[in-house]
């Protein structure tokens, strides 16, 4: 499976953007999604998950309320819809896919597919 991040721009404190992820090459709607993201000069971190089927989904704290993952397996991809956004969310953002178990959905090391990575810079 490839995936392919994309979306990423730069944006006003408080503004909205939606993060795509692309897949190709697999059976797609068999993985499940989630997507981190990595500061400069800090370590990656995770964002958001949603399971195979998209009937569940969670998400970090720092996250909780201003993102939703989605996902639309007839175009075999997964979006993150950020909103209410702040400078501490400036990151990489890249989406992964794997078979964790729904416990371990943020652990990174559970995913074996990535995407190349998209930059989302928020201004103040």
């Known amino acids: 499976v490839q995936l392919q991040a994309s979306g990423g721009g730069l944006v006003q404190e408080g503004g909205s953007l939606r993060l795509s992820c692309a897949a190709s090459?697999?059976?797609?709607?068999?993985?499940?999604v989630a997507w981190f993201r990595q500061a400069p000069g800090k370590e990656r971190e995770f964002a958001a998950y949603?399971?195979?089927?998209?009937?569940?989904?969670y998400y970090a704290d720092s996250v909780k309320g201003r993102f939703t993952i989605s996902r639309d397996s007839s175009k075999n991809a997964v979006y993150l819809h950020m909103t209410y956004l702040k400078p501490e969310d400036t990151a990489t953002y890249y989406c992964a896919a794997g078979r964790p178990i729904y416990s371990a959905g943020a652990d990174s090391s559970m995913y074996y597919y990535w995407g190349q990575g998209t930059l989302v810079t928020v201004s103040s």
């Open positions: 949603i399971s195979r089927s998209g009937s569940a989904t």
């Open positions: 090459g697999g059976t797609f709607s068999t993985y499940a």
